[in-house]
């Protein structure tokens, strides 16, 4: 056992925290980049940087992060409503984050900027607005969201379109409908906006070359009521959901019993407890979920992604708890997420050697080296990505209803029971069962439903951005 740790420890790079500032510059350089890979290395940097921020309670950091996720996001047609609305609670009107002139001169000059989609026409049809194009759109063309304008009491509905105008730019009209502009609002995106001084129901399909954009005038206090709670819960339609798949790996159980905590609590029993709350939650939006275990039973760590991908999951979710020695058990709390990556810091590999202890000596190290050579970069990708929402939904969640909630941050980690899952796969450590404090809130039963509660949130924010 021991032999295998050493080796393990030499196989693993560490890789130190970064400063704020230093975070900042980093993402601050990604989004000078032209290429669409750099734009997600500054979308997850600034996500970072806006995690850091709730913690630290820094007002200018979180303002900067804020303006770059927008910014980023944008770029990359991910819906970044929820950040732009809390933006303009900061500041009394909001304005899209500008590039600044003499490295967007450069940037021109570098790259020929064009639209892969052109507009054709814009007419209304059995109440519809409808928008042709030259060539058939596709999802990841369109972002949608929604602002609110709390000085001119004005609701504004924004579609951003990969695609440009042959034409200048038009304002259309609709009875009942306060304002309609269609514009170029940058030279890749055409943007929709309609302005109206009472909520209206926005419904929108894309079929083939057509965009159909409907607006409901009246809307009943019962829709509008459900509406409003699917917001507020980051909630999408069903339709979305019925085909994705989720698999809960609740950690450890049988002869393996994980942590042992404070009060003697076991990490296997509280784990298991909040996975099997997250699957009822899931399970009533929609979504097609499955547990690798429902009841105390060992199951080998290679099994656990193996089961998953057998049954073609969109995503797995593995669900554990943290410990540290007596010595630090009453000062170190909070929680983390984790995904797979092939650099590490020395902080994640505490933490993986003891959730990797289990299944360790059937491990072969080399086997392991070489497999970690061949993780999919989309997966990492999409995997931080999961993280930072799954992070962010829990603390948002828990912070409504619990004091001291801690967030110990979003970490790369040479997890195993991560390796070989085909789809975005996240390690959630959902707080140390070796602090008193903690331990305690982790077995009672109506925190681990508003930490269930919120893991949902995130998986729901996570499929309407991706």
Not at 59 to 80: N, P, Q, W, Y
Not at 138 to 144: G, L, P, R, S, T
Not at 203 to 211: E, S, V, Y
Not at 308 to 314: I, L, P, V
């Amino acid at each position: 056992m021991l032999r295998s740790f050493v080796l393990l420890c030499l196989l693993l790079v560490t890789l130190y925290g970064q400063t704020n500032s230093e975070l900042l510059k980093r993402a601050q350089n990604y989004a000078k980049s032209s290429t669409k890979t750099n734009q997600f290395r500054a979308y997850n940097d600034y996500k970072n940087l806006y995690l850091r921020a709730l913690m630290d309670n820094d007002i200018k950091l979180k303002k900067s992060a804020l303006e770059g996720i927008v910014e980023s996001g944008t770029r990359l047609h991910i819906d970044v409503s929820q950040y732009a609305r809390e933006l303009i609670q900061m500041q009394s009107s909001y304005t899209p984050p500008k590039h600044r002139v003499p490295k967007q001169r450069v940037e021109k000059k570098r790259v020929k900027i064009r639209s892969s989609h052109k507009l054709k026409a814009v007419r209304w049809k059995d109440g519809r607005l409808v928008l042709k194009f030259d060539k058939k759109l596709k999802n990841n063309q369109i972002n949608y969201f929604t602002l609110y304008d709390k000085k001119n009491k004005t609701h504004k509905y924004v579609f951003d379109i990969h695609a440009s105008m042959l034409t200048k730019s038009q304002t259309l009209r609709k009875s009942g409908i306060d304002r309609i502009k269609l514009a170029q609002y940058n030279p890749n995106t055409l943007r929709l906006v309609i302005e109206n001084s009472k909520k209206l129901g926005i419904h929108f399909k894309r079929d083939g070359q057509r965009l159909y954009v409907r607006m409901d005038q009246q809307v009943s206090s019962r829709d509008n009521s459900v509406a409003l709670k699917k917001v507020k819960s980051h909630k999408q339609k069903v339709l979305y959901h019925k085909n994705k798949v989720i698999v809960i790996d609740a950690g450890h159980g049988g002869k393996d019993p994980g942590a042992l905590g404070y009060r003697r609590y076991r990490e296997k029993v509280v784990v298991l407890q909040i996975a099997k709350k997250l699957k009822k939650i899931l399970k009533s939006r929609g979504y097609k979920v499955y547990m690798t275990r429902d009841r105390d039973v060992f199951i080998k760590l290679r099994n656990r992604t193996k089961f998953a991908n057998d049954r073609n999951a969109d995503l797995f979710i593995s669900i554990h708890a943290n410990a540290v020695s007596k010595k630090d058990a009453k000062d170190v709390h909070g929680i983390e997420c984790y995904f797979l990556s092939t650099s590490r810091s020395g902080r994640a590999k505490k933490v993986a050697a003891m959730e990797n202890s289990a299944d360790l000596e059937d491990m072969d190290f080399y086997g392991k080296q070489c497999f970690l050579n061949t993780i999919n970069s989309h997966n990492i990708i999409a995997a931080n990505k999961l993280a930072i929402d799954l992070q962010r939904g829990a603390l948002s969640m828990l912070k409504k209803h619990y004091k001291y909630v801690k967030d110990a941050g979003v970490r790369e980690g040479p997890f195993w029971v991560l390796v070989g899952a085909q789809m975005p796969a996240v390690l959630v450590e959902v707080g140390f069962i070796t602090h008193p404090m903690e331990a305690k809130r982790l077995a009672n039963s109506k925190y681990q439903q508003t930490m269930a509660q919120g893991l949902a949130n995130g998986i729901e924010r996570y499929f309407i951005n991706n």
